[in-house]
């Protein structure tokens, strides 16, 4: 499979727990992002990497989301404390840094959260 | 504030007709606009992207148009297929150097047999 890779697909956890979001990106790519999306919205930009640095982080990751890419290979994104408003698909992508220039991204299918 | 929105929540179209879907933008700049689809639990999937200096773009059954002027983006279908129901996302990015796609909510395409 030489796709964008994402696990676990679900979880469901209780409020306060920790849960921790796995992506396995294309090879080759050096660029990994981070997304969030909520039912009925589109997805909002969370993080990237290029390689093993982290380059921007969104307002809305709040001091208990961290992200990773310690080899510059996969990442994981962790939440602690969840809280209900957590919930949504976790979306993770990567590109190749190309000519273009143009962000053209490769989505991996998401894992979605729970948080009762 | 910047916005992107999408015309509908959904639409539904007759089969071999032409879907057309459309993006707006206020208080943005985009150096280009993307249109992504995405089906029900699985991640967006890229289709087409276009630059701010480019009237049309076409892939096969697929056409864009931008409108820096009236700062909108026309998404269409030709031939429309029951295959082609899903979610369509319009993405822009400020200028080749941002890392930062900021999507649209989205248009539910639903194509009727």
């Known amino acids: 499979d030489t796709g964008v890779s994402q696990n676990p697909r679900h979880k469901i956890t209780k409020r306060g727990q920790n849960v921790t979001f796995r992506c396995d990106p294309i090879?080759?790519?050096?660029?990994l992002y981070w997304y969030r999306q909520t039912l009925g919205q589109g997805p909002e930009f969370l993080t990237y990497f290029q390689n093993e640095a982290q380059l921007e982080k969104s307002r809305l990751l709040s001091d208990r989301f961290s992200a990773e890419r310690p080899k510059g290979s996969f990442s994981t994104l962790e939440i602690q404390r969840t809280e209900q408003g957590d919930s949504a698909m976790y979306l993770c992508?990567?590109?190749?840094?190309?000519?273009?220039?143009?962000?053209?991204?490769?989505f991996g299918a998401g894992s979605r959260l729970t948080v009762l | 504030s910047q916005k992107i929105e999408q015309n509908s929540e959904a639409l539904n179209i007759q089969e071999g007709k032409t879907a057309t879907l459309t993006c707006n933008y206020t208080?943005?700049?985009?150096?280009?606009l993307q249109w992504y689809r995405q089906d029900p639990g699985r991640g967006p999937v890229f289709l087409l992207l276009i630059r701010e200096n480019e009237k049309e773009k076409r892939k096969e059954r697929l056409k864009v148009t931008f409108d820096t002027t009236l700062k909108q983006s026309l998404f269409h279908i030709t031939a429309s297929q029951p295959a082609d129901s899903a979610t369509y996302l319009c993405a822009l990015a400020s200028n080749f150097g941002n890392e930062k796609l900021t999507f649209g909510t989205g248009t539910r395409l639903t194509i009727i047999p």
């Open positions: 992508a990567s590109r190749a840094t190309g000519a273009s220039g143009a962000n053209v991204l490769t």
């Open positions: 208080n943005y700049s985009p150096a280009y």
């Open positions: 090879s080759e790519h050096n660029r």
